[in-house]
């Protein structure tokens, strides 16, 4: 069965689980509990129909320096007094602090919960979300708790996540499942075959990690977008079926095979060359590519981002993306056929690696997660990624115990 749903009380107590040891969170545990509850509560409202997103930054004003600049800091900017923590004082201040660029400062303040005023941090912590090879800014080892949609709420440190509270159900840091080892195996033919043509000059996990960005990227454009959508992945003979009209999937606009269509792979071709001048007997990794400052190095990355952008807005009809495991684009507007057998149950993961899982229900989603189940349970070397429109994004893979799915834990 199901597990009970999560409420901000049970976050708290993971948050203080999974809270870096060596930092200071500066909250007891009722007042972790009362802040993700009271943030829970405005992720649930709205202002003058805009849904309500915010970051709010966790710290003593006096924590941030009075001279601080935006993308380099933040820059400070007090109330004349402390205000109350509360649900409409959140949902009011919203519009005035884009989640993108400013926090709403927060602290104890006597003993109570109190806004003291704004951080505007620009825009520059954003970089790694988008998956290039800028760093981030680490401005803060503060926690900071993200509010993204209705019920959506997590608690990030320095960056990274510390843990989550999706639609009833709490995520890890550890939930990130590009982190897994079952996913790079999905693609490691496809990836083996362009490292041989690179003569194995460059790492497998260079491009296993410039291929997890362009993934990252598209999931990151569709839930910005709003819509929702779909990207399934398929082995390069069933894409082939699929174009014919034959199987489980069927295409409303299918490309023609040109090298268009096989762009990613030019790209990864020519980057390959281009950091293969500089293996010097060891194949190149994600530091020379990282540190590479060569105008054709800028130029290839330009382009895989714009890639991205290209399969995020095809994802904005109706239907999937399809794509084959060298990233081809196949085509788009895809239905997974309602004739084909569905799973009678999915099981939801635990860990990245589904050691742990939980049977769930089929009929307790949409009709976009039961055309992954489908794709997956008849294409059991294929891949779906479902963005739903508020944001959630699920992985659907075939595991040993059946369907298998992971709410995967996205940045911002």
């Known amino acids: 069965m199901p597990a009970a749903p999560a409420y901000p009380p049970d976050l ?14 500066g909250l007891s545990r009722d ?3 009362e802040v ?12 003058e129909g805009r849904p309500v997103r915010f970051r709010l930054l966790l710290t003593p004003p006096e924590a941030l320096p009075e001279g601080g600049e935006p993308n380099q800091g933040a820059l400070r900017l007090r109330f004349d007094r402390p205000r109350r923590l509360a649900v409409d004082e959140l949902r009011r201040l919203s519009p005035a602090v884009p989640f993108e660029t400013s926090l709403i400062g927060a602290f104890v303040d006597s003993a109570e919960l109190k806004v003291w005023g704004i951080a ?16 981030g800014q680490v401005w803060t080892d503060a ?6 949609g209705p019920g959506r709420i997590a608690v990030r440190t320095a960056g990274r996540l510390v843990a989550g509270l999706e639609r009833g159900a709490l995520m890890s840091s550890a939930m990130d499942v590009f982190d897994s080892a079952w996913l790079p195996r999905l693609f490691e033919v ?18 296993r990690t410039i291929s997890q960005h362009m993934v990252r990227r598209v999931v990151r454009l569709i839930r910005g977008a709003g819509h929702g959508g779909m990207i399934l992945f398929a082995e390069p003979e069933a894409s082939s079926r699929f174009r014919a009209g034959e199987g489980l999937v069927r295409l409303k606009y299918c490309f023609a095979q040109e090298e268009p269509q096989r762009r990613y792979r030019t790209l990864l071709r020519r980057l390959m060359r281009s950091l293969g001048e500089l293996s010097v007997g060891r194949p190149v990794g994600w530091a020379e590519f990282r540190d590479a400052a060569d105008p054709l190095t800028e130029e290839i990355e330009r382009s895989i981002f714009e890639l991205s952008r290209l399969v995020a807005s095809l994802a904005s009809t109706d239907g999937a993306v399809l794509l084959d495991k060298r990233f081809d684009l196949v085509g788009f507007g895809a239905e997974v056929s309602a004739e084909v057998a569905a799973p009678s149950q999915v099981w939801r993961a635990i860990d990245v690696e589904a050691e742990q899982s939980e049977c769930d229900l089929v009929e307790s989603v949409g009709t976009r997660h039961r055309a992954a189940y489908r794709f997956v349970q008849n294409h059991p070397q294929g891949l779906a990624i479902v963005i739903s ?9 075939k595991r040993e115990e059946g369907v298998t799915y992971w709410e995967q834990s996205v940045s911002p």
């Open 12 to 25: 708290a107590d993971l948050v203080l689980a999974e809270w870096p040891s060596a930092l200071p969170l």
């Open 31 to 33: 007042q972790l509990a």
């Open 36 to 47: 993700l509850s009271v943030c829970f509560l405005a992720s649930l409202t709205t202002d």
């Open 120 to 135: 505007h941090s620009g825009a520059a912590w954003l970089a790694p979300s988008w998956g290039g090879r800028a760093a």
């Open 143 to 148: 926690a900071i708790v993200h509010v993204t």
């Open 190 to 207: 496809a990836e083996d075959e362009l490292r041989r043509e690179a003569d194995n000059c460059i790492e497998a996990s260079l491009l």
């Open 389 to 397: 429109h508020d944001g959630a994004v699920r992985f659907v893979a």
